[in-house]
């Protein structure tokens, strides 16, 4: 699988490839993909189908792979997750949503209410309004309050 990666890098070419759990797949795409990076000076981006996977490839694969390749490389590579945008807390819709006249009370919010006045109380605190930084977290109802589909956001149609 390695090899194949690493020529479908080279020309320029899709690859799909299936194997089962625990064979190594991860190590025999992003060893090529490393390598292509950093031969190229580019940067290769690596797609998955869950965040779950992203994540344990940023916060576990990559970081003891780059250390386990360091005497071998230039220069240590860099890696980072990216989610979709309703992972994230949209600042422009907490702010567009909240009244600082609110004639209601803390005490008399609903359940769902308390959660959001949760959120904005957490978006002064977080550095990168990621939800699943929120600890404990929010239910998606809750949540649906304070981020964007793309629909919405506006930068969208930039």
Avoid at 7 to 19: E, K, M
Avoid at 69 to 79: D, G, H, I, Y
């Amino acid at each position: 699988m390695a090899e194949a990666v690493t020529h479908a890098l080279d020309v320029q070419r899709h690859l799909a490839v299936q194997a089962g759990t625990g064979t190594g797949k991860s190590l025999a795409y992003l060893v090529p993909a490393i390598r292509h990076a950093q031969a190229t000076g580019t940067t290769v981006v690596v797609s998955t189908a869950t965040i779950a996977l992203q994540s344990q490839l940023v916060e576990r694969d990559l970081p003891r792979l780059a250390e386990a390749l360091k005497p071998l490389l230039e220069r240590a590579p860099t890696f980072a997750i990216l989610k979709g945008r309703s992972n994230y807390l949209c600042l422009n819709k907490l702010a567009r949503d909240e009244d600082p006249d609110a004639l209601i009370e803390e005490d008399d919010l609903s359940w769902v209410g308390k959660q959001v006045a949760r959120l904005a109380d957490w978006a002064n605190d977080t550095d990168t309004g990621d939800r699943d930084t929120l600890n404990p977290g929010v239910p998606d109802l809750a949540w649906r309050q304070v981020s964007v589909t793309s629909r919405e956001c506006l930068g969208s149609s930039r």
